[in-house]
Each structure stands twice: as structure tokens, then as C-alpha cells.
């Protein structure tokens, strides 16, 4: 389960990351939207950068509650990280297609 709980945090990461290069600046020709309507609320509400951390941040503590209570069986924390783990991994790929499409560098530089 803590390999589920760690590739849930990296999917994560990969997920900020790439959207953050996918929105960050318009693209002449181009409509970039995000496709999560709550992350499209914060990112509107508090700006891309303070959102993304924002996510982060709930991701953190999701994960350690999961990982530390007990009202939760073993294979209920293992199918809930499998979910995430799935989900994110799909947007990942979903941006990394935009990305590649687009022609945007993954390290950020123009």
C-alpha cells in the first residue's frame, strides 16, 4: 500500500508539473483548458501557481490520513490509491499528449 501511497504523490507531482507547463501562458493558436472543473475553480479563484501548491498540499494530507487511520480496511486504502493513482496517470498522459502536440519543453524553457 505505501508503493500505491508514493505513486499516488509522484502522479501527482507529474500532474502539477504538466499542467502547470500547459497553462501557464496562452498559446497563440491554441485553447488550453483544464479539464477538472474543481482545479479550473481554484486555479480561476486563487491563480495557477497558489493553486497547483494549494492541490499539493490536500494531496499531502489526503495521502497521510489515509496512510494513518484505521477506519479504513487495508484493501479499501489499496482500491482508493489504485483509483487516484489510475485518474492521475490518465491526466498525465492527457497533458504529456498536449505538450508533445503543442511542442512545449518539459523542463519549462521556452
Known amino acids: 500500500m505505501h508503493l500505491l501511497a508514493l505513486l499516488t504523490l509522484v502522479l501527482s507531482a507529474a500532474d502539477h508539473w504538466t499542467t502547470y507547463l500547459c497553462l501557464r501562458s496562452p498559446l497563440d493558436g491554441w485553447e488550453i483548458t483544464e479539464a477538472n472543473p474543481l482545479a479550473e475553480w ?53 497533458n504529456l499528449n498536449a505538450i508533445s502536440t503543442i511542442g512545449l519543453s518539459l523542463t519549462g524553457s521556452a
Open 42 to 94: 481554484l486555479f480561476e479563484a486563487a491563480g495557477l501557481v497558489p493553486g497547483l501548491w494549494i492541490d499539493s498540499a490536500v494531496t499531502l494530507v489526503a495521502v497521510g490520513f489515509l496512510l494513518s487511520t484505521r477506519h479504513l480496511s487495508e484493501s479499501a486504502k489499496v482500491c482508493f490509491f489504485s483509483l487516484i493513482a489510475a485518474w492521475t496517470g490518465i491526466a498525465v498522459i492527457n
